[in-house]
């Protein structure tokens, strides 16, 4: 069971006021971010990262699991830091008939996840395990893991209550005290229309409510700031063919989305 740290961090959503704050810009230095290209998806791994830094899981002893990893540099950020981290994404054939090997969205192994050398080699191969998991179907053997994330990669599995039951079921693979923390597509142009099946579902307020307090009645813990940011880049809606800077809001299927980030902390 893991010792209380601070109180959970905010589920909040993306803005430019934190983007540019000097904490994740520093962020940024360590993941070789390029600091100049104000996305939200930068803003999502800097996110997880402040998140597990406060609740001090950034350490040796700690272990994490990561769904629909994709190639994405935090696993081996995160192994850098001495966390053991066991890596998940889909087989490859399910992954091409998604087409996310063809634009690179997706990891077949190891070697897939160490791209930046945020992490030694033979660190990296020390502390990193990689599988193949279905995320409609998390199998029972991973269990006690200290932390567990996805990052934009639920809205992706059909439906949004398919992405809704996958909070509800990766909480099993928590240890009691630990910390799940999810990134997210997030309407933010209606409370009642979006897309509710497809390659991606978009969330409303409605929906996260709904799930913050259904993981409230589980015993769980869950802080959500539907906040909007203010500043200019807050406005600029980035319109297809993306420009991707700024990249905080894009219109996507006629909606305006963003990113919402997710902090869940498991029942002791």
């Excluded at 899981?57 to 990561?66: A, M």
């Excluded at 995160?78 to 889909?90: V, Y």
């Excluded at 800077?245 to 902090?263: D, M, R």
Aim: hydrophobic fraction near 35%; proline fraction near 4%; glycine fraction near 6%.
């Amino acid at each position: 069971m893991l010792e209380p740290s601070v109180s959970v961090s905010k589920s909040r959503l993306c803005t430019q006021l934190e983007f540019e704050s000097k904490t994740f810009q520093d962020w940024l230095v360590c993941l070789r971010e390029k600091r100049k290209l104000t996305h939200r998806k930068s803003w999502e791994y800097c996110f997880i990262l402040q998140t597990l830094y406060e609740q001090k899981l950034l350490c040796p002893g700690i272990s994490g699991l990561g769904f629909g990893v994709g190639r994405e540099p935090l696993v081996s950020l995160f192994c850098s830091r001495g966390a053991s981290i066991c890596a998940t994404d889909l087989v490859d054939d399910m992954a091409s008939a998604k087409g996310w090997i063809e634009t690179s969205q997706h990891a077949s192994g190891l070697e897939s996840l160490n791209l930046r050398n945020l992490c030694p080699d033979d660190l990296f191969h020390q502390n990193c395990t990689f599988r193949n998991v279905d995320m409609n179907q998390i199998p029972n053997d991973l269990q006690n893991f200290d932390f567990i994330w996805s990052s934009c990669s639920l809205e992706h599995l059909g439906t949004l209550s398919l992405g809704e039951q996958f909070i509800y079921n990766a909480m099993n693979c928590l240890k009691p005290g630990g910390l799940a923390i999810h990134t997210t597509e997030y309407n933010v142009s209606s409370n009642f229309f979006t897309i509710r099946r497809g390659d991606t579902a978009l969330y409303r307020r409605r929906d996260i409510k709904r799930i913050a307090r259904n993981l409230r009645k589980q015993g769980h813990k869950i802080d959500v700031d539907f906040t909007l940011g203010t500043l200019p880049k807050d406005s600029f809606i980035d319109l297809p063919p993306y420009k991707h800077n700024p990249h905080l809001k894009l219109k996507f299927a006629g909606y305006v989305i963003t990113s919402i980030g997710l902090v869940i902390k498991k029942a002791m």
